[in-house]
């Protein structure tokens, strides 16, 4: 039934086959030819001499968060925007006020972020 | 051979999502979880629900992990004691994982026909081609409610994040 | 299929109390937005405005029962009963609130939107038809209602309480979805109606995955009703959260929870009545047993609430059991008890708003002694409400349990009743504790009353009601009936 239509995804698959092996080979290859002498100074992040203080692992302020909040709400957004286009033609203009109201609710959410500084990047 | 990708892409997000739980440094877990929803997306496909796996790709490994990587960074997940928090009733939660599992097992395995198993979806797929219209048709018609309720749920997790993390920073 | 603006505007007129509270959102957003340091009372009473609206708007229904939006919602004399409920919990939550926020400093547009959009989830609820528009009204409503929760940003035990919210949430609406997934891959339906009309023309509906679905959504449910074993979240969410949004979680979830699992155990899944009257008389016992027994050893009374608010939930699952042989009567008991509840339960909750101020609240029932000889008014009102949630002879918990029991009795449920009987009388010793301490013990120094006329005015309401319903319960026992007349 609906599997019968999978033939087309033949060169998805054979595309992600072919980029998986060479991403592994040139690892594989890189791994086998250089040569390894490693030393402490070497190992080392910064090689020009400077001594990393503290941990790469810092906390980031909450700001990024309401970015990525932000950012998910109007991804979801234009998720419906692709059904939505493809059957435009067939529904027409109730479609079309029906995608002006979902997109006036979200605006009223960005509005909203940015009146209260959700946009503002200070420290 | 479909059943042979059907089982591997399944096999790997079972194990993936195995390892999302095991694993012990959380970014890990995330990465896996990258796996899973990938995998998940792969399965999408082969039961002809392209629509939703575009979705998985997208929403869920895309913007969902990215939520997750700053969330796990606003947080200083060094300085937290996990184990001495989350491991403490492991034996607990190992038995009742085992229960529940034990249960869905017996339940899938019995042998039944699917009473049912075309909704409207399937029916249209095959009369209108491509999943992602029928699922247009379908939504941008008879199920303008939900739609509509979707932009208000995101409107209100705007609000919720804008409340909770911005005026808290303004005060410290 | 042919859906046109003629059937939306048609649809869309049919759901106006909704839209009254959309609109009443986006004029506190704007206002709130446009004037950030404006008033931000002003904006409590158009809320409050916005809800009693919205109920007038309601109250115009002709009556006319049909399904609108392709069959996403209903438009029926249940759903009718349960929004106007739903406007009384938001109606009486803003007037506690209006004080309450000035005292804690979280006077925001915010809340008082967000108050709006919880109730929106819960309408959405109520009268949803099939279970993806209720899942949808379940979301929104838990979101709006998690951030009122941490609105107290400053404090431990409030962020403690969201994130418990929030995540427990989450995993019951994980399990939920589960459930409605194996229940529409059974029946290929989401249709709660035509989920009735799939299984009525089955000979065999007893399969393994249908039981499996019903089983998984009684637990989604579980954790917005909040009976036993999905309860854990209750106590910490009443104590860490804004009075006035415990008070509002302590019965709008639960009321919204209620009329969906009615809909769903009577209408969708009535052909397994047997498989889940077992289900819910398991459930009734170790909620009423458990709740009863934990309210017993707690001090803070936030927490003595919560627990006594799952012993409550134990006895309507009573009902509910009940229900599987005695249709109308076991549905008029449950959503009878549900309608008195929303008074007396939500009552100590603005006593306990009475008496806090700016530096201390008194959620201890140590905090309560002699509270008769500083206000001997607030004092009796805490007894009538008290005495109601015992369910005391003249008080109108005695005719909801009445009914309640009554209606287990008809069923033949005697083992039940006896634990229901039996559960009563330990709850009686918890409530009459804090009597006892506002009359017999010796006040403290600093009790003060913080009274504020919209708190009083929402407490007479309370009283009005619970005394009223006490006195002459024909009433509203009649019109519980009327509204589920056509439901089942």
Redesign the interface.
């Known amino acids: 039934m609906l599997l019968s239509g999978l033939s087309s995804y033949i060169p998805v698959l054979v595309f992600m086959a072919i980029s998986g092996a060479i991403g592994f080979l040139m690892l594989l290859i890189g791994r086998l030819w250089r040569p390894s002498h490693p030393y402490k100074e070497k190992l080392s992040p910064y090689e020009c001499g400077i001594e990393p203080e503290g941990d790469a692992w810092e906390r980031v302020i909450p700001r990024y968060y309401v970015y990525a909040m932000l950012f998910l709400a109007f991804d979801v957004e234009a998720l419906f925007l692709f059904p939505w286009a493809i059957v435009f033609d067939k529904i027409g203009w109730f479609a079309f006020i029906e995608m002006v109201l979902f997109i006036i609710v979200l605006l009223i959410g960005l509005v909203y972020a940015w009146a209260k500084g959700a946009l503002d990047w200070r420290y | 051979m479909?059943h042979l990708f059907f089982l591997m892409f399944s096999l790997i997000a079972v194990i993936a999502s195995w390892r999302v739980v095991a694993a012990k440094h959380i970014i890990h877990a995330v990465l896996w979880l990258v796996v899973t929803f990938f995998s998940t997306a792969c399965l999408f496909?082969?039961?002809?629900a392209e629509?939703l796996a575009?979705?998985q790709i997208?929403?869920y490994a895309?913007?969902?992990i990215?939520?997750y990587v700053?969330?796990i960074?606003?947080?200083?997940?060094?300085d937290l004691d996990i184990k001495a928090h989350f491991h403490k009733h492991r034996r607990l939660a190992k038995l009742l994982g085992l229960v529940i599992f034990a249960?869905?097992g017996?339940?899938?395995l019995?042998r039944?026909t699917?009473?049912?198993?075309?909704?409207p979806l399937?029916v249209q797929?095959a009369e209108w081609g491509?999943n992602?219209?029928v699922?247009?048709?379908l939504?941008?018609?008879?199920?303008?409610?939900?739609?509509?309720?979707?932009?208000?749920?995101?409107?209100?997790?705007?609000?919720?994040?804008?409340?909770?993390?911005?005026?808290?920073?303004?005060r410290a | 299929m042919q859906y046109n603006f003629v059937v939306l505007l048609g649809d869309i007129k049919q759901i106006s109390a909704e839209m009254v509270i959309i609109l009443t959102i986006v004029v506190i957003m704007l206002m709130d937005i446009l004037a950030p340091r404006g008033d931000k009372t002003l904006l409590a009473y158009i809320s409050l405005g916005g809800t009693l609206l919205a109920a007038l708007v309601c109250c115009t229904w002709n009556g006319v029962e049909q399904s609108i939006f392709s069959g996403a919602l209903v438009v029926d004399r249940f759903a009718f009963f349960f929004k106007l409920m739903l406007f009384t919990i938001t109606a009486l939550t803003q007037l506690m609130s209006i004080n309450y926020v000035k005292l804690r400093n979280i006077n925001r547009g915010e809340f008082h939107a967000l108050v709006l959009f919880a109730t929106l989830g819960m309408l959405i609820m109520v009268s949803g038809a099939d279970l993806l528009s209720i899942y949808l009204g379940l979301e929104l409503n838990a979101i709006a209602c998690c951030v009122l929760v941490a609105f107290l940003r400053q404090n431990v035990k409030s962020n403690e309480a969201a994130l418990k919210y929030f995540v427990l949430s989450l995993f019951s609406s994980g399990i939920l979805l589960y459930g409605i997934s194996l229940v529409y891959g059974v029946t290929g339906e989401i249709n709660i109606y035509k989920i009735a009309r799939y299984l009525s023309g089955q000979q065999n509906v007893s399969h393994p995955m249908l039981h499996l679905g019903l089983v998984l959504l009684v637990v989604g449910f579980g954790f917005k009703v909040a009976y036993v074993p999905f309860h854990m979240w209750v106590p910490d969410v009443y104590e860490g959260a804004p009075i006035s949004v415990a008070a509002f979680l302590s019965l709008g979830p639960k009321a919204a929870g209620f009329a969906v699992l009615v809909r769903i155990v009577m209408v969708a899944v009535f052909t397994l009545k047997v498989e889940w009257s077992i289900l819910f008389s398991l459930l009734a016992v170790v909620t009423m047993t458990l709740g009863n027994l934990t309210a017993l050893c707690q001090e803070n009374i936030r927490r003595l609430l919560a627990y006594s608010g799952i012993a409550h939930v134990g006895y309507m699952l009573m009902g509910l059991v009940a229900a599987a042989n005695y249709p109308q009567l076991g549905i008029t008991s449950v959503i009878f008890y549900l309608l008195c509840y929303v008074f007396f339960n939500i009552g100590p909750f603005g006593i306990i708003i009475l008496l806090c101020n700016k530096h201390k609240i008194c959620e201890f029932i140590g905090d309560f002694d002699g509270l008769s000889v500083r206000s001997p008014l607030s004092a009796f009102v805490m007894t009538i409400f008290l005495l109601s949630l015992a369910g005391i002879p003249p008080m109108v918990g005695f005719v909801a349990k009445f009914l309640i029991f009554m209606a287990a009795m008809k069923a033949e449920l005697y083992w039940l009743v006896a634990i229901g009987i039996i559960n009563s009388a330990i709850a009686m010793f918890y409530y009459l504790r804090i009597v006892v301490a506002m009359y017999v013990r010796a006040p403290k120094p600093g009790l003060k009353i913080n009274a504020s006329p919209s708190l009083t005015i929402a407490l007479a309401i309370m009283v009005g009601f619970t005394l009223l319903m006490g006195i002459y319960p024909a009433l509203f026992i009649g019109f519980a009936r009327y509204s589920i007349a056509t439901l089942l």
């Not at chain 2, 496909?45 to 002809?48: F, K, P, R, T």
């Not at chain 2, 960074?73 to 060094?78: A, E, F, G, T």
């Not at chain 2, 409610?145 to 920073?169: N, R, Y």
């Open positions: 479909i496909v082969m039961l002809g629509f575009a979705i997208l929403v895309g913007a969902i990215i939520l700053f969330a960074m606003l947080v200083n997940v060094k249960e869905l017996l339940v899938f019995q039944f699917f009473l049912q198993a075309k909704g399937a797929q491509g992602s219209e699922i247009g048709r939504l941008y018609t008879d199920y303008i409610l939900p739609f509509e309720l979707a932009s208000i749920i995101l409107l209100v997790a705007i609000i919720g994040a804008v409340v909770l993390a911005i005026t808290q920073e303004k």
